[in-house]
């Protein structure tokens, strides 16, 4: 029998629950998770669930000779490695006072803008997806593989290239190699207006991009948020330009920017960043055949190499925003302290969980392609 206060205590139905987007989910980059708690279908709060993927990449490195880390390094960003490589190179060479060549310089800034190239067209694909559009994504898988083909060429590997090394780079382009490059990018250039006709100009992504996911330029500087997520809010700030490394201050480039902050302003950002890599490249496709001398400085046996003691504070601009080692040395063969600083860290933890809340459930997907974070690195 009830209890004569059963309709006293009976709570009234509730809309509220939970619910775990992701780790294997489409709408989600990568192995990586939100648990959201929902009032029918608008997020009421978000927590970043991580953990899924490579994980303790720091402590790894402390634990491995100097040159075998250049291994390790790019499975911390997947689909952009070349900036992990040359960030921890460029770290080491500052503890040992190295004097990169200057053609191994120009041959760097030409892999990390390829990478770049590679970064965008794999985002869009993937952004794309979460609308429905998976031409754009097979369009943008299949394009993303000819820029791999040159990294295959000229380093060796496809999607770890294991190029930079402190000193240098490890090996020569091959014969007939810029002019293989050029026709590469000639051929993405020309297939940007069908990218825009299928995807960015679509009236189906527009509408669900725009005003999702809005991120002010005051909150973008109180947050950490940087790269094409904070160009998107107006400011014009790029590492490449604003504390140049390798050669970018011998280059011409723009540095695009969008004012709505919104999820569709961050992917028209790296649209027309697009256009700024190949630009970037065929300048230095030019300038290369007239740069000679070494590609990388004289350094000690790897395998018994004791870097001086110190510490230093590397950044690069990678095609995700700012990224940053700071490396600690005590003199021995391996490092003593490395720390990762990037910028899918407060992407797609803080910023992605903050811009959730309020959402429709089925923006998650929007707000966070949009981001661009990279998942293992949340996971370093």
């Known amino acids: 029998m009830r209890p004569e206060n059963y309709e006293a205590q009976r709570q009234p139905p509730s809309n509220e629950f939970e619910l775990n987007f992701g780790p294997n989910h489409p709408g989600i980059e990568g192995n990586y998770a939100l648990k959201v708690k929902l009032h029918g279908d608008v997020v009421l709060e978000a927590r970043a669930d991580g953990g899924y993927l490579h994980r303790g990449f720091e402590k790894l490195m402390e634990q491995r000779l100097w040159i075998q880390n250049i291994a390790l390094v790019p499975r911390i960003c997947v689909p952009d490695p070349s900036p992990m490589e040359l960030c921890y190179s460029m770290a080491v060479e500052q503890l040992c006072g190295l004097h990169v060549p200057q053609r191994a310089n120009w041959i760097r800034v030409m892999q990390l803008e390829l990478s770049r190239i590679a970064a965008h067209l794999f985002t869009f694909g993937g952004h794309a997806a979460t609308t429905g559009m998976y031409s754009t994504m097979y369009w943008g898988v299949a394009d993303r593989d000819l820029i791999l083909d040159l990294f295959e060429e000229f380093t060796g590997g496809r999607v770890y290239s294991i190029y930079n090394i402190p000193g240098g780079v490890r090996r020569e382009l ?207």
């Open 174 to 380: 091959p014969t007939g190699f810029l002019q293989r490059v050029s026709e590469t990018l000639d051929y993405i250039e020309s297939r940007l207006p069908d990218y825009d006709d299928l995807f960015f100009k679509n009236q189906v992504f527009v509408k669900r991009a725009k005003g999702v996911g809005v991120l002010s330029q005051e909150q973008a500087l109180a947050w950490g948020v940087t790269g094409p997520n904070l160009r998107a809010t107006g400011l014009e700030f790029d590492v490449r330009r604003d504390d140049p490394y390798l050669v970018y201050d011998q280059l011409d480039f723009d540095i695009p920017t969008e004012e709505s902050g919104d999820a569709w302003a961050r992917t028209l950002v790296r649209r027309h960043e697009l256009m700024e890599s190949i630009r970037i490249v065929r300048q230095i496709v030019e300038a290369l055949p007239d740069i000679h001398g070494p590609i990388r400085a004289p350094i000690p046996n790897p395998l018994a190499w004791n870097v001086p003691a110190g510490e230093t504070y590397t950044r690069v601009e990678s095609s995700k925003g700012e990224l940053c080692y700071y490396v600690v040395s005590d003199g021995g063969p391996k490092p003593y302290r490395v720390h990762v600083r990037g910028p899918s860290s407060m992407h797609a933890v803080q910023v992605l969980e903050k811009l959730s809340v309020g959402s429709r459930i089925e923006d998650i997907a929007q707000t966070m392609f949009s981001l661009d974070a990279c998942p293992p690195e949340v996971d370093r």
